[in-house]
């Protein structure tokens, strides 16, 4: 009970801090925008004069890796958020509280998948430009992949801050694990014409699963399918897509409840 | 009376370092404990130990009960901190701040209503209540983490180096809070401090240095250890006097290149004999009640706050030699 308390003020004010930083919600526009509307733009218009015009709309695809890269990144940031915390003292408050540390470590990765998926729902402003038509229910199967998959990376952000104490070694291993986990992930390219090894880095990279899901949730099956991620032969359904997402999240909830709870 | 925290052969290190090396005590509870050294001495880490966020290298500790490492939840309900560190979160208000302290500690809304406006008026915050706490002065954050910490009556209370920045007025207004709320709540405060003034409110004090205990007691006892109250005068003849001295009554008189100065008892019951025959061109005399930086200074030979210069120094030369000389109570 006391620690559903816990997890709930932790939540709580990871929330609260993230309205009342509202400039962020401007900056959040800015990187989907330039990689949609100008990268986007300028990579179609240069594959139609390669091609010589397929069916294949680039925005389109690129669309929900857009999506994913926002949950992505913003995710990170529950790890930085920890490092934050320790480095301005209030981690002390919440240590010595009586809420245990897993209720700790819980309510920060589900307070930053919270946010991480309203950064992501706040993309679907871009419908317009993106060529796409989700259904309702392709919405809603969009949001809960979002925070499926934003927990897990939550949680990751959480384990790394947990071993990275500084602000400064913690600026310089993220982004040294966050491009690469979006550069070998589908996000930006169809994947299936890859060289085999990066292929196959592709297909162990977590990330590319919740991409998938993300793609099939906003194009649907149909348009989706020639993208797909292809496992032992088979095209990944969503639900094995998140079914995999899942399993990567629990095993990053328990090494990050295990390396939040380690005392010095 | 039970003793609430008891302490065994606590050790904490750090690599080769030895931040407290083998301590052991008990706070009664309901007391003013004080813990003073200087920086470095091992006060936090002992206090870190206590309250659950370091483990010791060995040893034990029980705070109301509960031991500090195999129960830790039942530990963090008994107690409450400032710490030496800045701890607030600086992008939510004072108001969010004390909201997110009270319902972590399980305070019911409406005494959390109240008993918050009460204390953000003592620490005169309430009117700023809705700033964010980045736009506090130094000063405005140590008083809103003392209001957070006595927020939800705590069985124990950890104080270390509370006052730190804070000028003498908002310093006495906030003890005076303390104390009375320690008395209607049947608090234990854990005080530590470099400040030798403030450790005079405690009941009983830890002088520490070292990561060691090297005296525990009342203030008054430990001042006692000083040998009496400390005479310093000023002369045309400086050697002559502590000669004079010496001959007259067989005082061991130092003199630091400014002034001329000894310990004795009763300090102004002798001045006047003193004063009555004294040779060697008396200018100006003064007695003071020893201090517990005095005390400090006898044990260990060393200042509590690192001054340079000044008479302080020639002090320190004249204390270690007072304690070569006799130093049989002192562990
Ligand atoms: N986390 C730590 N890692 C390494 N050394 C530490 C750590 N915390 C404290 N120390 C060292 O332990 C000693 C005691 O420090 P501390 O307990 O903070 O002293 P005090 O509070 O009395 O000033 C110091 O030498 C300090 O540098
Ligand atoms: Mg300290």
């Known amino acids: 009970m006391n620690n559903l308390r816990g997890i709930y003020i932790i939540w709580y004010r990871d929330l609260l801090r993230f309205w009342r930083d509202k400039a962020r919600l401007v900056t959040t526009f800015v990187m989907p925008f330039l990689f949609l509307v100008v990268f986007g733009t300028g990579i179609a218009s240069s594959m139609m004069r390669g091609s010589g015009g397929s069916d294949f709309d680039y925005i389109q695809f690129i669309y929900p890796g857009i999506i994913g890269m926002v949950v992505l990144f913003t995710s990170m940031m529950t790890g930085v958020s920890l490092v934050w915390d320790r480095e301005f003292g209030f981690l002390k408050e919440v240590l010595v509280a009586p809420i245990s540390r897993t209720a700790v470590a819980i309510g920060k990765a589900l307070g930053g998948a919270t946010i991480a998926t309203i950064q992501g729902l706040i993309m679907l402003v871009f419908i317009p430009f993106a060529h796409v038509s989700p259904s309702i229910g392709g919405i809603i199967t969009l949001i809960a992949v979002m925070f499926v998959f934003a927990l897990s990376l939550t949680s990751m952000g959480i384990l790394i801050a947990s071993r990275i104490k500084t602000i400064e070694a913690f600026g310089m291993v993220a982004p040294l694990m966050l491009f690469p986990l979006f550069f070998l992930s589908p996000a930006m390219f169809p994947t299936q014409y890859l060289p085999a090894w990066l292929g196959i880095v592709v297909k162990f990279n977590p990330v590319s699963y919740g991409i998938d899901a993300m793609r099939q949730a906003v194009l649907g099956s149909q348009q989706s399918a020639m993208f797909g991620i292809h496992l032992f032969g088979f095209r990944m359904p969503i639900i094995l897509d998140v079914v995999v997402v899942v399993m990567f999240g629990i095993i990053m909830g328990t090494l990050a409840i295990r390396a939040f709870r380690i005392q010095e | ?331």
């Not at chain 2, 927020?151 to 007025?169: A, C, M, S």
């Not at chain 2, 003849?237 to 004795?264: L, S, T």
């Open chain 2, 1 to 331: 009376m039970t003793k609430i925290i008891e302490v065994e052969h606590l050790v904490k290190k750090f690599g080769d370092l030895v931040a407290v090396d083998d301590i052991s005590f008990a706070v009664e509870e309901g007391e003013i404990f004080g813990f003073l050294g200087p920086n470095g001495a091992g006060k936090t880490t002992t206090i870190n130990i206590l309250c659950t966020l370091m483990k010791p290298t060995s040893g034990r500790a029980t705070l109301n009960g509960f031991d500090v490492i195999r129960q830790q939840n039942q530990v963090r309900h008994s107690l409450g901190l400032v710490f030496q560190d800045p701890s607030l979160d600086i992008r939510l208000t004072a108001l969010q701040n004390l909201k997110f302290h009270a319902f972590v500690y399980n305070i019911p809304g409406a005494v959390a209503k109240r008993r918050i406006e009460e204390i953000l008026r003592m620490v005169e915050l309430w009117d700023r209540r809705k700033d964010e706490v980045r736009n506090y002065s130094g000063g405005m954050r140590r008083r809103l983490e003392i209001a957070r910490g006595l927020l939800h009556y705590p069985k124990v209370l950890f104080l270390d180096e509370p006052t730190l920045g804070l000028d003498p007025q908002t310093r006495n207004h906030i003890w005076e809070y303390m104390l009375e709320l320690r008395k209607r709540e049947n608090i234990t405060v854990f005080l530590t401090t470099h400040y030798m003034d403030e450790a005079t409110v405690a009941d009983r004090i830890a002088i520490i240095d070292y990561g060691k205990i090297i005296a525990l007691d009342t203030p008054d006892a430990l001042k006692s250890m000083v040998g009496g109250d400390i005479v310093t005068l000023k002369t045309e003849n400086a050697e002559a006097a502590v000669v004079e001295i010496h001959d007259k009554y067989n005082i061991e008189a130092q003199y630091d290149g400014a002034e001329v100065f000894f310990e004795i008892q009763k300090g102004e019951e002798f001045i006047p004999t003193l004063v009555n025959n004294f040779k060697s061109g008396l200018q100006s005399i003064s007695v003071r009640r020893p201090t517990l930086d005095d005390v400090f200074m006898k044990l260990t030979g060393r200042e509590i706050r690192e001054e340079t210069g000044g008479p302080t120094v020639m002090m320190k030369q004249w204390a270690m030699r007072q304690t070569r000389g006799g130093g049989g109570r002192f562990r």
